[in-house]
């Protein structure tokens, strides 16, 4: 079974602090990981992917997010946020099935001047 | 279009009525998917098309819920005698490849449905 937790669901930060959302996932087929945001009145958008390869993934708008199979996560981080940052962030997991992704409850980041 | 479009942007329904969903899928994508996103939660998966094959359903929460893409490309979601509990954002994704779990999904705004 595949599943996403999300541990915090409202992470408040200064405009340029770095910041971690944090991510845990559980899976039973080859792991593939995904990061959408959600904009205020918008649809989500792709951040960042894992598939394969290297851990470490760079993501749009200086996101990056490492993938740590022995712990299971997969944690967003980005060094210096900027209010434009504030949105509501999913991390998801591909299911089993064809085209099923399974997301978490979201994490809402705000930045605050 | 440019983008993923739903329509109507939002919806009020009284207990019972039925409502229908629309989705205008970026062109020439493959892969179509119908999401419900509670509020406070991530979206939840309810079904998924490949062309005009309706390949997976499970998510479906009952009988009331109907999905169809009969030219592979507009899709619609119907829900029969609304419930509160149907109360949720839907959301619809397409993505361009067969795989899309592969690549991106590219989601629209959504469709906001509160039943009354």
């Known amino acids: 079974a595949q599943s996403v937790t999300q541990l915090d669901s409202q992470v408040p930060v200064f405009e340029e602090a770095p910041v971690e959302l944090r991510c845990n996932y559980s899976?039973?087929?080859?792991?593939?990981l995904f990061w959408y945001v959600q904009y205020p009145n918008q649809g989500l958008q792709l951040l960042l992917k894992?598939?394969?390869?290297?851990?470490l993934v760079k993501g749009i708008n200086g996101f990056e997010a490492e993938f740590n199979k022995s712990q299971t996560s997969f944690h967003l981080r980005k060094p210096s946020v900027h209010i434009s940052d504030t949105a509501e962030y999913f991390c998801a997991v591909r299911g089993s099935t064809l085209g099923r992704l399974y997301f978490g409850r979201g994490t809402q980041l705000t930045v605050w001047p | 279009g440019a983008g993923v479009s739903q329509s109507p942007r939002y919806k009020v329904a009284k207990r019972g009525q039925d409502v229908a969903l629309r989705c205008d899928p970026i062109?020439?994508?493959?892969?179509l998917f119908w999401y419900q996103q509670a509020l406070g939660q991530g979206p939840e998966f309810l079904t998924y098309f490949q062309n005009e094959a309706q390949l997976d359903k499970s998510g479906l929460p009952s009988d009331r819920f109907f999905a169809e893409r009969p030219e592979g490309s507009v899709s619609t979601l119907k829900i029969q005698r609304t419930q509160q509990e149907d109360s949720a954002v839907y959301l619809c994704?397409?993505?361009?490849?067969?795989?899309?779990?592969?690549?991106?999904?590219?989601f629209g705004e959504g469709s906001r449905l509160t039943v009354l």
């Open positions: 899976s039973s087929v080859s792991v593939y």
């Open positions: 894992y598939l394969s390869g290297s851990t």
């Open positions: 994704a397409s993505s361009p490849t067969r795989d899309p779990t592969a690549g991106e999904l590219f």
């Open positions: 062109s020439g994508h493959v892969s």
